[in-house]
Nanobody, 124 residues
Framework: EVQLVESGGGLVQAGGSLRLSCAASGFTFDDYAIGWFRQAPGKEREGVSCISSSDGSTYYADSVKGRFTISSDNAKNTVYLQMNSLKPEDTAVYYC?????????????????WGQGTQVTVSS
């Protein structure tokens, strides 16, 4: 069974840090693009970061660039999102997604598998 499971969310104060994990089962990340997306109440789901298996390139939304870092551990089939200097605007449900196309994309339809999401809440 193909499955993506996010973990690591929680409640933090502004300026704090969290590390999200996305563990895959039923497939391996090697031939996929892995993206992190988030959705705040009343807003559309938006891309946050992505790592491409084709060349290992990483991408970040302008709103998180310099604060978030995406990385992968192929031995554990897990992708991480290190989030530093968190702001209240980062509050959202965070999802990881895997796309068979190894090239990164910000479009939701490019992703074949999705996790259930993990809540991140940043207080003022």
């Amino acid at each position: 069974e193909v499955q993506l499971v996010e973990s690591g969310g929680g409640l933090v104060q502004a300026g704090g840090s969290l590390r999200l994990s996305c563990a895959a089962s039923g497939f391996t990340f090697d031939d996929y693009a892995i993206g992190w997306f988030r959705q705040a109440p009343g807003k559309e789901r938006e891309g946050v970061s992505c790592i491409s298996s084709s060349d290992g390139s990483t991408y970040y939304a302008d709103s998180v660039k310099g604060r978030f870092t995406i990385s992968s551990d192929n031995a554990k089939n897990t992708v991480y999102l290190q989030m530093n200097s968190l702001k209240p605007e980062d509050t959202a449900v965070y999802y990881c997604a895997a796309g068979r196309n190894p090239l990164c994309s910000w479009y939701l339809y490019e992703y074949d598998y999705w996790g259930q999401g993990t809540q991140v809440t940043v207080s003022s």
